[in-house]
């Protein structure tokens, strides 16, 4: 009985400590991709589902963001719970690096109590907020529209006559399963979240339970392309809502880099 209880004792915290370090500990997501809209290289940070999850490090993800370089970052949503001080410190964390940074909101922001707080936050930094927006920018050659959309009333179609389709065409839409039927071929890229990649995944099968998308989840996790061509890149992010479980999926980061289609 002592040695049973022992041998439960030691189970018990080799989870919690696999637990904790899953929810703590930052994986870099690197993704590599290839367009004829792209004439020089182009680097994307893309930052997603927060949660206001304490367990981050903040610093350590600061070192980590500036040995990655971005030309760009984007925010693709859920940021924020209830608790606004871990929120406050990311978002101006991300507000003094060198480089801009796009962001939308998610489904635990839109029509929450705290939603005007964070707002206000994001108000407040150097983070370019896009609802149902387009911000078209130059960089290294290449002229790219930054698309954001909200997430309860994304208005894709209204916004099409706002920006020229011959750039390279870049729509952030927090979740992936809403925006998958309404794009184009003239999108080039998604960048979604809300997923958190199922948050538990299982060995082979991958993760069984995806929000909005039981009980066959479809866009779970990483590189997807479309009907139209169009690729969709799903991350899981850096918290979880209402659990904080996870299990062969760490809270990861990610940088994207388009290059030239013939190089």
């Known amino acids: 009985m002592y040695r049973e209880l022992i041998g439960i004792t030691a189970l018990i915290a080799v989870t919690s400590h696999y637990i904790r370090n899953q929810n703590k500990r930052i994986k870099i997501n690197e993704v590599k991709l290839s367009s004829k809209k792209i004439k020089e290289p182009v680097k994307i940070l893309q930052i997603t589902d ?22 760009f970052a984007v925010i693709t949503g859920d940021m924020a719970e209830k608790n606004l001080s871990p929120v406050k410190n990311i978002i101006d964390m991300i507000s003094r690096q060198k480089f801009q940074t796009y962001a939308i909101l998610g489904n635990h922001e839109e029509g929450e109590p705290h939603l005007e707080k964070y707002l ?12 149902n927006k387009v911000e078209t920018i130059e960089i290294k050659g290449n002229t790219i529209n930054v698309i954001g959309l909200e997430h309860y009333n994304p208005r894709l179609s209204e916004i099409r006559n ?25 999108d080039d890229l998604v960048l979604s979240g809300h997923t958190h990649g199922g948050q538990v995944r299982f ?18 996790k990483g590189l997807y392309e479309l009907e139209t061509g169009t690729i969709l890149h799903v991350d899981s992010g850096l918290g979880n809502s209402r659990l904080p479980l996870r299990a062969l999926n760490p809270v990861q980061i990610s940088l994207i880099t388009i290059e030239n289609e013939r190089q």
Do not use: C, M, R
């Not at 150097?126 to 609802?131: E, F, K, M, V």
């Not at 060995?203 to 779970?220: C, M, S, T």
């Open 50 to 71: 927060f949660h206001s999850n304490k367990a981050i490090d903040i610093l350590e993800l600061e070192s980590l963001i500036q040995d990655l370089n971005p030309d």
């Open 120 to 131: 206000k936050i994001i108000e407040e930094s150097a983070i370019i907020y896009l609802d």
């Open 162 to 186: 706002s920006f020229d389709p011959n750039n390279f065409n870049l729509i952030l839409s927090h979740a992936p399963n809403l925006i998958v039927n309404e794009v184009t071929k003239d």
């Open 203 to 220: 060995p082979l099968i991958g993760a069984i339970y995806v929000p909005n998308q039981f009980p066959f989840p479809k866009y779970i």
